[in-house]
């Protein structure tokens, strides 16, 4: 091409940015420094139609644009004097709707918003945010119609404004709102809360959402100065998502799933909830205790849930409930406490190692808790254990050792004759993983290229090399989404690093790539993002039949959801690019649809839902 066209100078702006844009179709509104600017793209189409002597206020929207008309405000020299107008582009198109003169306070129009043909804003009156006063208008472009929503009604410092469906929700003072344009519909809804205003703000966290039969319950926390924590129920729609907890406090956290209720924790407290108020139930409370516990590392097997407390400090101790308070335990083993650094699940059993390394088992009763096999030898074991087909792989390693050490696989059938060596290798494990009755795992000797191995009872033996000079993500797992079993193949991230990963301006450089535990059956998937060191840094994978799902990069378009069936033209964008839904997280699936939370500019972050494409039946 022939390179940047030079449209239009801006008089006193000194940062190379525009304070707000808004497109309708064809053309480009803008606000910069005080002024209104039109553009079509060319030098012609490009000017400046109207001063607004305002400067534009972080997260205040001052600009939004209905249909083919941008409306904006206008504020006189003197702050008390404000006016709203509307323009299509043209400077006879350029007009005023409504005046506001003659305030006794200095005041500013603001939090734009768009709703079914109308413009929502608020109209803050005060000095000092933190002291203002906001009504909430709204306007259909002409005088008459643009009015106050709720007459007379003063709510306190705005904290945002977003449409949603035929409503309009803001923030104010200590409430959150809704309206529909009409005072009747202008009501309180919940308590305001940092958690409120960004309910997903923490989405990437573990355990933000969790799924039972019935109902998804999302899980928000705030570390604001007033920390907050916020649990919200939904059945899969926008009508049926409603915060129904709160408390003041610094963490929320989903923990596991029993049965059709849902275990959380709030600091050092843990509760069951079907997803209703009057249906959440404190099981136990170590507040009080000398020394109080945090709880993590949920796993359920049948009717019981295990799970660690932890001290300040100390080491994890095994905990049970059935779901009741007094069904709410620490567990102990001949009147001693339990010290667990891994908990898993296998063939309806818990089991875990003890902090000498030695395998246990658990029925969540002092007699039904006992020691499977004494301390296993080759160390600290580098991940959590590994289930593959009914057995058990443990990964050890010493403490005193680079990443490049003495590894020991042990195999477990939870018997202490079935718990054996695999073998030993000396070099680099990566992404391990099971695959129908194998441990596939990465290896690496330091200095040569990463290669996959799989251990069984048979011993360890290597079935593919990646090319030279490729990488994989040591610590994926199937926990943070980073692997996927679907269709006989693990799914995994890999990629060719450029010569200076750490200065590669942040691009990602991994693709997909799949094994089936063979040479033949080890390849990339698809380079969605294609060039030598490029990639589209595949995450968030969630298995659904014979595919995966999972969110994946492209420059220009960001982060969206695509599918994969484990070939290069069935590895695809199922959601549109257009969409500004971007930066994807919490995948989870439920009733047949894919719930994820994504962030787009003028909304933040917000809770989707995408139908999956139903199966063809078989003729």
């Not at 190379?16 to 793209?41: A, I, Q, W």
């Not at 644009?65 to 323009?87: H, M, P, T």
């Not at 355990?207 to 907050?228: H, Q």
């Not at 058990?392 to 060596?421: C, F, Q, V």
Request: aromatic share 10%; with cysteine; hydrophobic share 35%.
């Amino acid at each position: 091409g022939s390179g940047p066209e030079k449209l239009i100078s801006f008089p006193h702006a000194d940062y190379p940015s525009f304070d707000e844009t808004e497109t309708s179709e064809g053309l480009l509104f803008g606000l910069r420094s005080g002024s209104l600017f039109v553009s079509d793209g060319t030098p012609l189409g490009t000017r400046i139609l109207k001063s607004t002597h305002s400067s534009v206020t972080d997260f205040w929207r001052e600009l939004a644009v209905n249909g083919d008309e941008a409306y904006f405000q206008v504020s006189k020299e003197n702050g008390f004097d404000i006016e709203l107008w509307k323009s299509n582009g043209t400077e006879e198109g350029t007009v005023l709707v409504k005046a506001f003169h003659g305030l006794t306070e200095r005041t500013k129009l603001g939090h734009f918003t768009v709703m079914e043909g109308k413009v929502y804003f608020h109209v803050r009156t005060g000095e000092y945010e933190s002291e203002s006063k906001i009504a909430v208008w709204s306007t259909d472009g002409t005088s008459a119609g643009t009015a106050e929503v709720k007459p007379g009604a003063s709510f306190g410092p705005s904290r945002g404004m977003a449409a949603h469906g035929n409503r309009v929700y803001f923030c104010a003072g200590e409430q959150l709102w809704r309206t529909g344009g009409t005072p009747k519909s202008t009501k309180p809804l919940i308590r305001s809360s940092a958690s409120t205003r960004w309910f997903f703000e923490l989405a990437a966290e573990a355990g933000s959402i969790l799924a039972t039969d019935r109902r998804l319950l999302l899980f928000s926390s705030s570390y604001e100065s007033e920390p907050e924590a916020i649990v919200a129920s939904s059945g899969g729609t926008a009508a049926s998502t409603r915060p129904f907890w709160s408390r003041q406090a610094s963490s929320v956290r989903g923990g596991g799933v029993l049965g059709t209720k849902v275990i959380f924790t709030e600091d050092t407290k843990v509760y069951i909830s079907n997803g209703t108020a009057r249906g959440t139930t404190l099981l136990t409370d170590t507040s009080a205790n000398p020394q109080p516990q945090f709880f993590r590392d949920f796993i359920s097997v049948g009717d019981t849930c295990y799970f660690t407390g932890q001290i300040a400090d100390g080491l994890p101790v095994l905990w049970a409930t059935d779901g009741t308070p007094e069904g709410t335990r620490q567990v102990l083993a001949d009147g001693q406490t339990v010290k667990v650094s891994s908990l898993t699940e296998m063939g309806g059993k818990s089991y875990f190692l003890s902090e000498s390394g030695a395998l246990w088992t658990s029925d969540g009763t002092g007699t039904g808790t006992r020691q499977i096999k004494g301390d296993l030898s080759g160390g600290h074991a580098w991940f959590p254990p590994i289930k593959a087909g009914n057995r058990l792989y443990i990964i050890k390693r010493p403490y005193d050792t680079n990443d490049e050490g003495l590894y020991t696989i042990w195999s477990s059938d939870g018997t202490e004759a079935g718990t054996k060596i695999v073998g030993t290798l000396q070099g680099r494990i990566g992404m391990p993983a099971g695959l129908n009755d194998d441990l596939i795992f990465a290896f690496s000797n330091g200095s040569g290229p990463w290669e996959l191995h799989r251990a069984n009872d048979a011993g360890i033996a290597k079935y593919a090399t990646l090319p030279g000079g490729f990488q994989i993500e040591v610590y994926a797992s199937m926990e943070y989404r980073l692997l996927a079993v679907a269709g006989g193949s693990l799914y995994f991230k890999c990629g060719k690093a450029p010569k200076f990963p750490d200065y590669h301006d942040g691009e990602p450089w991994m693709e997909l790539w799949k094994t089936d535990g063979t040479a033949d059956g080890t390849m990339m998937v698809k380079d969605i993002v294609e060039g030598e060191t490029l990639g589209s840094d595949p995450s968030g994978m969630i298995t659904v039949g014979n595919e995966i799902y999972f969110s994946a990069y492209s420059p220009g378009i960001g982060r969206k959801i695509w599918k994969s069936n484990g070939t290069e033209e069935g590895t695809v964008m199922i959601q549109s690019k257009d969409s500004e839904a971007s930066f994807i997280g919490d995948l989870t699936l439920f009733k047949s649809k894919l719930f994820f939370t994504a962030y787009s500019p003028k909304a933040g972050i917000e809770l989707h839902s995408l139908a999956l494409p139903k199966a063809k039946k078989k003729k």
